[in-house]
């Protein structure tokens, strides 16, 4: 026997006795030996083996890389392990870890094999597992980042979509958690159903979704947004439960170069231009509104670091006498003293600072700073301080109220509450007991911005109030029409008929005190008189 054939016969007794699924292959890819577990393994009949080529089992796409790597590889030297799909008698694939070693004498290879079909299963159920949402069966934000970051490699033109729905929170505080869930789980089958086949619905926050869509898709960008815009404001009807239902709608193209982050950034800043803009369906990113809400994280951010800092002081306007224009009091109005030197007015933030939750401890910080201030006024003057709706149904109001006054010796007769309809809720029991436990402590109330809003003649009327501010906007539009006119004399004649003191807000021109004069005001309140200024240029 040549040293050839022995070389041979050695090989077919190692496959024989290795305990895994091995088998010989000759040069020619012919299995010349294998042991009974690589039969089993492949489910065959032992006999048709011999006559079988490894090509004819493996995966079509593996067999050009198996037989490069069989080839070109060293002998004598184990090689891998490297994972081939081979197909097993009842067609299925099965995916087996192959360890192989070429013989230098007969060119023959030797392979050792696994069946990790199983692992590999549960691999991709666990990978499945952590890029899915459980709730909704939509994918999560690590799948969403995932599908973007293929897209970005492959060069992909995507359209993104971000979503939300209104006022979420209360369908959850009414109806409950569990059917707030099936909101989400039916708005999620609505945005599968609302885009074309081969789209990702992504669940990346608590009511809020990220689609992506195919560019090639067929579908117009108003297609896309419409049908997203009524996948997410269709009311939820289960039985005979009926939910309203509304949502907002951001859309951005994925144009080449920008990041994950960018996109996502993008289309966020196009749902918050739909939050700004009441009665807009969806809008698209532009440079303009992806500016504008990259200004409003930044402010935002700012805010929270300006609460920790204590950032936020009083400013004070005098309210006058019109006959005389004696000053009689002073409203402190907010300002935020940023770390870039800037002076913002409420206006500028006020709205951010109630959606973050910060308007009750910025109120704290300016009533402290106007109290503070002064306290060492004389003791004719009245201070007015403004209290937002959040402050006003904080059970520790009065409390700190109480404290700061005693703070600084401040009587609580000298400080003038002032709220509006609007932060005191359509609630009118409630607003009637929060302004008479204010007046039972000594405080001073004034409803503030009066005729700006609906008002109940009546329910005004039945307040326990120590003051009515009429709002700036009557006497500003009073020479624009004469129905504006009547409107804004119709609104103080009213105000005076109350028998409460009467001020009038927005006045600039000396035509339009003298015109208040005329119709029997005696407070007034405006640049004519003075721009809010610290307490020291007052003095």
């Given amino acids: 026997m040549s040293l050839i054939q022995d070389s041979i016969a050695g090989l077919q007794q190692q496959v024989e006795m290795i305990p895994a699924p091995a088998a010989l292959v000759g040069v020619d890819g012919a299995v010349i030996s294998h042991n009974t577990p690589y039969v089993d393994m492949l489910g065959l009949d032992p006999d048709s083996l011999a006559e079988r080529s490894l090509g004819e089992s493996l995966h079509p796409d593996d067999i050009a890389h198996a037989h490069e790597l069989m080839i070109n590889s060293e002998v004598d030297v184990a090689v891998g392990p490297t994972t081939f799909r081979i197909r097993h008698a009842d067609g299925h694939w099965i995916a087996a870890s192959c360890v192989y070693r070429r013989d230098s004498r007969t060119g023959q290879v030797l392979i050792v094999a696994m069946d990790v079909s199983e692992s590999q299963e549960t691999t991709r159920r666990l990978m499945v597992q952590a890029r899915t949402d459980p709730l909704t069966g939509a994918a999560n934000r690590v799948g969403l980042v995932a ?9 992909d033109a995507w359209i993104v979509a971000a979503l939300d729905l209104d006022r979420f929170k209360k369908i959850n505080d009414t109806w409950g958690h569990h059917v707030g869930d099936r909101v989400l789980v039916s708005v999620a089958e609505r945005l599968r159903l609302a885009v074309p086949y081969g789209s990702l619905v992504a669940r990346v926050g608590g009511d809020e979704f990220v689609v992506l869509i195919s560019s090639d898709s067929g579908m117009t960008i108003e297609q896309i947004g419409d049908g997203l815009t009524k996948a997410v404001s269709e009311p939820f009807v289960e039985g005979t439960l009926r939910i309203p239902l509304a ?6 193209h994925a144009t080449p170069g920008a990041s994950i982050d960018e996109l996502l950034r993008g289309a966020d800043c196009a749902l918050y231009e739909v939050k700004r803009q009441p009665g ?4 698209l990113a532009d440079s303009m509104s992806v500016s504008r809400q990259r200004a409003l994280i930044e402010l935002r951010n700012d805010l929270e670091q300006a609460v920790a800092l204590g950032s936020f002081v009083a400013h004070l306007q005098p309210i006058v006498r019109l006959s005389d ?4 009091s002073y409203e402190a109005v907010a300002r ?3 770390a870039n030197g800037d002076t913002l007015a409420a206006t500028s933030f006020i709205d951010e600072a109630e959606d973050l939750g910060l308007s009750g401890v910025i109120g704290e910080l300016v009533r402290s700073s106007a109290i503070g201030d002064f306290g060492s006024q004389s003791d004719d003057l009245t201070l007015a301080v403004n209290l937002s709706a959040m402050e006003l149904v904080d059970g520790r109001l009065i409390s700190q109220l109480s404290e700061v006054a005693l703070r600084y010796g401040f009587p609580h007769e000298r400080l003038v509450l002032e709220v509006t309809e609007t932060a005191m809720g359509g609630d009118h029991a409630s607003a009637h007991a929060v302004v008479a436990a204010l007046r039972a402590e000594g405080f001073q109330v004034a409803l503030d911005s009066f005729g700006s809003s609906d008002s109940t003649l009546a329910y005004v009327a ?3 109030l120590n003051q009515i501010k009429v709002d700036r906007s009557l006497i500003a539009n009073r020479s624009a029409s004469r129905e504006a006119a009547a409107t804004c004399d119709a609104v103080i004649d009213f105000a005076l008929a109350l028998d409460c003191p009467v001020v009038v807000k927005g006045v600039e021109t000396e035509d339009q005190h003298d015109h208040l004069v005329s119709r029997g005001v005696i407070l007034g309140q405006g640049w004519l008189y003075g721009r809010p200024a610290p307490m020291a240029l007052w003095q």
């Fill in 147 to 155: 599908a973007m970051a293929q897209s970005e490699s492959n060069g």
């Fill in 247 to 252: 949502g907002s709608v951001g859309l951005i």
């Fill in 280 to 283: 807009t369906a969806w809008r």
């Fill in 325 to 328: 224009r004696m000053v009689v």
């Fill in 336 to 338: 935020w003293n940023r």
């Fill in 462 to 464: 039945s307040l326990p």
